[in-house]
């Protein structure tokens, strides 16, 4: 559904994305994770035709992305970073122009499907001013909704939100995943790629490091992380790729030390030795 072919992108002397090659499937959910500056927004951003890279090519459903901006316009809907509803307008209003604009058919039958199937219903007439920020997320995710769009990009969905709000957007991505849609989100969230994303791709300074579902990433690194205390009183880890091998670990270390499941975040550690979430 979405090809990249050695797609790279610079801003001076700052190569935001660097020869990427990447195929996402029809139908799933797919993640692009990494720290701030790694290249997720610049990657969405000419997929969705908000810039053009410096060279490479990409697709979508088979339309080139460069030559046909018009054509993959009609096949997305994009919920950005940044939100840039209309805020001095109702949730309903927002809708009704995004919609004309985008000349869906059965306009108010679509908006109220959608205000329905996202529990907004009841805040159509609210000002999006008034709303909390997970409701203008949901707002914003509505709004993309509404052409019926065959990939839906997600940058950091849910940035912003508390842990209980975060929890409902997940529900409502996955629920969006059973209509046949193709998604692909960023995030630096470890848990939201972990519970969301068919497959993560791994991005560090532009390139793609990694590739794979979760529990394949997590099983090529090492399943098992043992952590401890150093004697400086240091939190320190080492990664190991059975329980057998963790425990022998462990009784090497005397402070401190616990053994958990390894997760996306000491995968990243372990390919850069930087951490994601910074």
């Not at 088979?62 to 109702?90: A, F, S």
């Not at 920020?133 to 914003?140: E, I, K």
């Amino acid at each position: 559904m979405i090809l990249l072919q050695n797609v790279s992108k610079s801003y001076g002397k700052t190569k935001a994305v660097d020869s990427l090659t990447l195929e996402i499937k029809k139908g799933e959910i797919f993640g692009l994770l990494g720290p701030n500056g790694a290249g997720k927004t610049t990657t969405v951003k000419i997929l969705t035709t908000l810039t053009k890279p410096d060279s490479g090519s990409c697709f979508i459903d088979g339309i080139d992305v460069l030559k046909n901006p018009q054509e993959i316009k009609k096949i997305i809907g994009v919920v950005p970073q940044e939100n840039n509803l209309e805020r001095e307008l109702t949730v309903y209003e927002n809708l009704l122009i995004y919609g004309m604009l985008h000349k869906v058919k059965n306009l108010k039958e679509r908006i109220e499907k959608i205000l329905y199937t996202l529990e907004l219903y009841e805040k159509k007439n609210s000002i999006v001013t008034t709303l909390s920020g997970g409701l203008q997320r949901r707002t914003l995710l509505a709004r993309a909704l509404l052409t019926e769009p065959k990939v839906l990009f997600l940058d950091e969905p849910s940035i912003g939100l508390d842990p209980h709000i975060r929890r409902q957007l997940w529900q409502i991505i996955r629920k969006i995943k059973t209509e046949g849609r193709t998604v692909l989100l960023t995030t630096h969230y470890i848990e939201e790629a972990e519970a969301l994303c068919d497959r993560v791709g791994i991005l560090s300074y532009g390139r793609l490091i990694a590739l794979g579902s979760p529990s394949e990433l997590k099983k090529d690194v090492g399943e098992y992380v043992v952590e401890f205390i150093d004697k400086d009183g240091n939190l320190l880890s080492e990664i190991c790729h059975s329980r057998e091998e963790a425990y022998e670990l462990a009784k090497l270390r005397h402070n401190g030390v616990t053994i958990r499941k390894s997760n996306l975040e000491d995968v990243f550690v372990k390919l850069t030795g930087e951490r994601i979430e910074k």
